[in-house]
């Protein structure tokens, strides 16, 4: 039996709720939990999935926890909360339930924002009352669901990621139309200010014409004279204003020009696995400097170790993208000659009479064989990575090695789908990342190695067993 719900939908992501606003979230959800569960594919996703156990009884069926969901033409792959990837036929699934966190973290003030929630909990009590087994899962399912509820029900409501009560956030959003209301009534002044201004003006210049009539020809000739002059002179600065206003429209619309540019060479950087994961990285390092962490302290690379980097493993040229990490920091992505490596290279170039010095970072990715098991195969491709890397530092190839037997026995031990070892050596910091085996078209195994040099792994960011 197929469980009711479309195949195609999918359950809003975080970021989407988020932009889309809380009431877009609350439609969505609400949606998707009352045709039967929130669909698969949401990341970070935290569902019961009910399936047969001996027989068709529901006495028999049995409940797995899962994070992740994706439905297929006769089957789902579930990522298992603590046994990892697992495949269910779809006549095996009895019914599914499922919710993005973020819903937890939105404002929750009205009604209509816990409604999502409140399904949630109506379509697991339904479960539970036709199948036994869900009401083992379901207390430690529903916990943080039922915990908003409480505080719900204790009159706290949460605004802009905090809890408070009721009165709180009545003064909180009192408080903000008080400053609205203020900062219009300061434009309101300071443009009743102006126009009082300009009327002084106008009627001292029109004094200054009165009492000029009454003098001589003479002086009223050359009054007249300076005036004109005056005259001139403003509508030349007025022309010199728009000119300079035309200039920096010209100016603003050449650097958008640029910036599509550059996002149309990022969306050109490839599209296997050695590009997806290498871009997923680099994603993964701009969001943490956006969020103002440090991931790019940089490195010295001698101009002769990148030229030969250049030249002997990513021949192909340069790709400028858009600016990265701030606007003194520019990137470009480079691919070797035969297309199974790629690199994305950052830059930071110190201020004009700072003593900063030109910074590096590199961000390399190469496909290697391995056998079934995750064990990498000798072979040209892991000649290339030893090679790049040594091409900038000696002593980083010595240390490739171990960060490699490191990262691949930390993969096998913890299941995880990547993992990152620090890889440092002298003043070259970095570090190094494996991905889980993957299996290609050509019918073998191959994994792909990140290395990351000049490009810091915030820790604080990701567990140091995996992400």
Request: include cysteine; charge should be neutral; glycine fraction near 8%.
């Amino acid at each position: 039996m197929k469980p009711p719900f479309p195949s195609e939908s999918r359950f809003p992501t975080a970021a989407n709720v988020l932009l889309r606003g809380r009431s877009w979230a609350s439609l969505v959800t609400l949606m998707a939990v009352s045709l039967g569960m929130a669909v698969p594919g949401a990341a970070w996703a935290l569902g019961l999935l009910v399936l047969k156990g001996a027989n068709t009884s529901p006495e028999f069926a049995k409940v797995v926890t899962f994070s992740r969901c994706e439905e297929f033409a006769v089957n789902y792959k579930v990522q298992v909360t603590g046994s990892g990837e697992k495949v269910f036929l779809i006549s095996e699934v009895f019914g599914m339930v499922e919710y993005d966190p973020v819903l937890l973290a939105v404002d929750l003030v009205d009604l209509q924002d816990y409604a999502p929630l409140l399904e949630v909990v109506e379509r697991t009590r339904t479960l539970e009352a036709r199948y036994p087994a869900v009401r083992q899962e379901s207390p430690r399912f529903l916990k943080p669901i039922l915990e908003v509820l409480l505080l719900r029900d204790q009159g706290m409501v949460q605004y802009e990621g905090r809890w408070m009560t009721r009165a709180s956030y009545d003064r909180v959003k009192e408080e903000q139309r008080q400053k609205v209301k203020d900062t219009r009534a300061m434009t309101e002044a300071l443009e009743r200010t102006r126009k009082l201004e300009i009327q002084r003006q106008e009627e001292e210049a029109k004094a200054m014409v009165q009492s000029a009539a009454n003098r001589v020809k003479a002086e009223e000739q050359a009054r007249m004279e300076e005036e004109d002059r005056r005259r001139a002179a403003q509508r030349k600065m007025e022309e010199e204003q728009e000119k300079e206003a035309q200039l920096l429209a010209e100016k603003r619309a050449q650097e958008e020009k640029e910036q599509s540019r550059l996002r149309v060479n990022w969306n050109r950087l490839g599209s296997g696995p050695t590009a997806a994961l290498l871009k997923a990285e680099w994603e993964t390092l701009q969001s943490w400097y956006r969020a103002g962490r440090e991931t790019f302290p940089g490195m010295d690379l001698p101009g002769a170790a990148e030229a030969l980097l250049m030249q002997q493993h990513f021949a192909k040229g340069s790709t400028d993208l858009p600016a990265a990490q701030g606007s003194t920091q520019p990137a470009a992505w480079m691919e070797s000659a035969g297309g199974s490596s790629l690199m994305i290279r950052v830059v930071r170039t110190g201020e004009s009479g700072s003593a900063e010095a030109t910074r590096s970072g590199l961000l390399m990715a190469f496909q290697v064989p391995t056998d079934a098991k995750g064990g990498l195969v000798a072979g040209e491709e892991i000649r290339s990575l030893a090679a790049a890397v040594g091409d900038v530092s000696r002593e980083l190839q010595r240390a490739l090695p171990r960060a490699m037997t490191v990262a691949l026995t930390s993969l096998s031990q913890t299941g995880a789908l990547s993992q990152r070892v620090p890889l440092m050596v002298g003043g070259t910091t970095g570090y190094l990342a494996l991905s889980r085996p993957l299996l290609g078209e050509d019918g073998g195994y191959h994994q792909v190695v990140l290395v990351a040099l000049g490009l810091a792994d915030d820790r604080a960011a990701v567990s140091p067993n995996g992400r």
